[in-house]
């Protein structure tokens, strides 16, 4: 999961190099399996940590991935 997170930056330059600094990009994190409180708490925490305007972050965990 931190890997995934780790590459958020890298894919957000390459998208705004390719589709201009405008584009609205979102990320999200989908799983069919359980996340932990730990992992569910640095990805909340990543996500309070950046502007609306560059990006948004979220994430889907089993339950929300099947509906």
């Given at each position: 999961?931190?890997?995934?997170?780790?590459?958020?930056?890298?894919?957000?330059?390459?998208?705004?190099?390719?589709?201009?600094?405008?584009?609205?990009?979102?990320?999200?994190?989908?799983?069919?399996?359980?996340?932990?409180?730990?992992?569910?708490?640095?990805?909340?925490?990543?996500?309070?940590?950046?502007?609306?305007?560059?990006?948004?972050?979220?994430?889907k965990?089993?339950?929300?991935?099947?509906?």
């Amino acid at each position: 999961m931190k890997h995934w997170l780790e590459k958020i930056p890298v894919i957000e330059r390459s998208a705004r190099a390719l589709y201009g600094p405008k584009v609205k990009l979102e990320f999200e994190l989908w799983t069919t399996g359980k996340l932990s409180t730990e992992a569910i708490a640095i990805i909340e925490k990543q996500a309070s940590q950046v502007r609306p305007t560059k990006y948004t972050l979220s994430y889907k965990a089993a339950a929300a991935v099947r509906d």
